[in-house]
């Protein structure tokens, strides 16, 4: 078991700034935990208390049910993946992941089995006498992990492993991480300020800002079911249509109390005259046009102010084209003047 447990953690620095106030979190054993949000929204100092990087200012941390907050980082039987590899650049591929076993005092064959079970795993076996300056981004990324694996922790927290690799390879990673973590079956806790690497790879993401937890859910919940505002624009691409209720001019009746209605790009679709269903509909003009491959992004100045739309390459609009667009009732997110999620 690895559960991860903080109870009313708070992290203040020594210039008073409080980046964490009573934060209450469990992560389950076994899941993969994305936390995401902003620069500045606490994730990273989370990640580094539960590392025991950084003190905890009160609070509790518990790992498998026990108190960790005075427990030394090299005894808490985790493994630690940083964004800028910190690969020994002397040593061979070999000698990196190598390294924590020869200081665990691990017998010659014993390291020898690990480092060729752990290196096939990760793609590297035909790269294990290189040094890191031999190798692309990618394969140094697969080094760090590698020596995190061999270690067999509980625990793997990474904080943005990502983020120097382009694009193509980090789709190539996030693919790479998720079949290692149902490998591996460990607890993952995952760092990034990408939200579709959240919604990609996570089995629970905790959206964070301002060190406070906007929401924790499964990445379907959290899409499909914000809970605030700042979730449903914060979780997406584009981000939520927030329209406030006023500006719809008496098109929809709605709950007492529903001070903005949301919908998301994908839900705009072009006005249907046969269709049955229940719906809003409004007239848009074309202000901008995203090719995205398979999909377009267009925004639209619309009598609501101006609306993203997310539409299938067979829908081709130019600049300054006029359309009718609807958005089922249905898919209509409703929320109160505090920004938080109400029925409608």
Same mark, same amino acid.
């Given at each position: 078991?690895?559960?991860?447990?903080?109870?009313?953690?708070?992290?203040?620095?020594?210039?008073?700034?409080?980046?964490?106030?009573?934060?209450?979190?469990?992560?389950?054993?076994?899941?993969?935990?994305?936390?995401?949000?902003?620069?500045?929204?606490?994730?990273?100092?989370?990640?580094?208390?539960?590392?025991?990087?950084?003190?905890?200012?009160?609070?509790?941390?518990?790992?498998?049910?026990?108190?960790?907050?005075?427990?030394?980082?090299?005894?808490?039987?985790?493994?630690?993946? &940083?964004?800028?590899?910190?690969?020994?650049?002397?040593?061979?591929?070999?000698?990196?992941?190598?390294?924590?076993?020869?200081?665990?005092?691990?017998?010659?064959?014993?390291?020898?089995?690990?480092?060729?079970?752990?290196?096939?795993?990760?793609?590297?076996?035909?790269?294990?006498?290189?040094?890191?300056?031999?190798?692309?981004?990618?394969?140094?990324?697969?080094?760090?992990?590698?020596?995190?694996?061999?270690?067999?922790?509980?625990?793997?927290?990474?904080?943005?492993?990502?983020?120097?690799?382009?694009?193509?390879?980090?789709?190539?990673?996030?693919?790479?991480?998720?079949?290692?973590?149902?490998?591996?079956?460990?607890? &993952?806790?995952?760092?990034?300020?990408?939200?579709?690497?959240?919604?990609?790879?996570?089995?629970?993401?905790?959206?964070?800002?301002?060190?406070?937890?906007?929401?924790?859910?499964?990445?379907?919940?959290?899409?499909?079911?914000?809970?605030?505002?700042?979730?449903?624009?914060?979780?997406?691409?584009?981000?939520?249509?927030?329209?406030?209720?006023?500006?719809?001019?008496?098109?929809?009746?709605?709950?007492?109390?529903?001070?903005?209605?949301?919908?998301?790009?994908?839900?705009?679709?072009?006005?249907?005259?046969?269709?049955?269903?229940?719906?809003?509909?409004?007239?848009?003009?074309?202000?901008?046009?995203?090719?995205?491959?398979?999909?377009?992004?267009?925004?639209?100045?619309?009598?609501?102010?101006?609306?993203?739309?997310?539409?299938?390459?067979?829908?081709?609009?130019?600049?300054?084209?006029?359309?009718?667009?609807?958005?089922?009732?249905?898919?209509?997110?409703?929320?109160?003047?505090?920004?938080?999620?109400?029925?409608?």
């Amino acid at each position: 078991m690895s559960e991860i447990i903080l109870k009313n953690v708070c992290k203040t620095y020594e210039n008073k700034n409080t980046v964490i106030e009573n934060l209450n979190l469990t992560i389950q054993d076994g899941s993969f935990t994305v936390l995401v949000g902003p620069s500045g929204c606490g994730k990273s100092t989370t990640l580094r208390m539960i590392a025991g990087l950084e003190d905890i200012s009160s609070g509790e941390l518990l790992i498998d049910g026990q108190r960790m907050n005075e427990v030394d980082p090299v005894h808490r039987d985790i493994a630690m993946v &940083f964004q800028n590899y910190a690969l020994y650049p002397t040593m061979s591929v070999r000698g990196n992941i190598e390294f924590g076993l020869i200081n665990a005092k691990v017998p010659k064959a014993e390291r020898d089995r690990l480092i060729e079970e752990i290196a096939q795993m990760v793609g590297l076996s035909e790269h294990l006498n290189k040094k890191p300056s031999q190798l692309s981004g990618g394969q140094r990324q697969r080094v760090a992990l590698a020596r995190a694996m061999v270690k067999k922790p509980k625990v793997f927290l990474m904080d943005e492993p990502l983020s120097n690799l382009d694009a193509k390879l980090r789709n190539k990673m996030r693919s790479d991480l998720i079949e290692l973590h149902h490998k591996l079956k460990a607890t &993952f806790v995952y760092v990034t300020h990408d939200q579709v690497e959240a919604l990609s790879m996570a089995t629970d993401i905790v959206l964070m800002n301002k060190g406070v937890i906007m929401q924790h859910d499964k990445p379907s919940i959290i899409y499909n079911q914000p809970k605030n505002i700042f979730t449903a624009q914060f979780i997406g691409t584009p981000e939520m249509n927030i329209i406030p209720q006023e500006d719809f001019k008496g098109q929809i009746e709605v709950t007492e109390g529903v001070a903005f209605i949301g919908f998301r790009p994908s839900k705009v679709k072009m006005y249907d005259p046969n269709t049955t269903k229940s719906h809003i509909t409004f007239k848009g003009q074309v202000l901008t046009k995203e090719m995205l491959g398979s999909e377009i992004i267009y925004r639209l100045a619309t009598p609501m102010g101006v609306v993203s739309m997310k539409a299938f390459s067979d829908i081709d609009l130019a600049l300054d084209d006029e359309l009718d667009v609807m958005v089922e009732r249905k898919n209509l997110h409703y929320f109160d003047e505090n920004k938080e999620a109400m029925e409608g």
